[in-house]
């Protein structure tokens, strides 16, 4: 069972940091694109910045300089480092990946979307 875990959300001042993670866990092959998006009360949810496995990078041309997505290929974890923070970041973060898992037979299952839940980053004016 694949899971994407998120942690590192909460309050923060504007002009704050916040780190966030997210985990993937379980029976995984490989992880394709990793990425971050966000879903403000009553928005669409928008891809903040993604990455690829050889680190090429995307980003929402708002939190350019501002945001940096890093990834560890080695225990399939993504991370997004938010400085200089706004009240217009907030909203519920979540993990996505593209990755490829193992089946219940051994054999490897199609490359599939995943989504954590969600964490929530309120940035305070």
């Known amino acids: 069972q694949v899971q994407l875990v998120e942690s590192g959300g909460g309050m923060v001042q504007a002009g704050g940091s916040r780190r966030l993670s997210c985990e993937a866990s379980?029976?995984?092959?490989?992880?394709?694109?990793m990425a971050w998006y966000r879903q403000g009360v009553g928005e669409e949810r928008d891809l903040v910045a993604s990455?690829?496995?050889?680190?090429?990078?995307i980003y929402k041309d708002s939190v350019k300089g501002r945001f940096t997505i890093s990834r560890n290929n080695f225990n399939n974890r993504a991370y997004l480092q938010m400085n200089r923070l706004t009240p217009a970041d907030t909203g519920t973060y979540f993990c996505?990946?593209?990755?490829?898992?193992?089946?219940?037979?051994?054999?490897?299952?199609?490359?599939?979307?995943?989504w954590g839940r969600g964490t929530q980053v309120t940035v305070s004016s």
């Open positions: 996505y990946a593209n990755l490829q898992a193992y089946s219940s037979s051994g054999g490897l299952s199609p490359v599939v979307d995943y």
């Open positions: 379980g029976n995984i092959f490989g992880v394709h694109k």
């Open positions: 990455i690829t496995t050889d680190g090429s990078t």
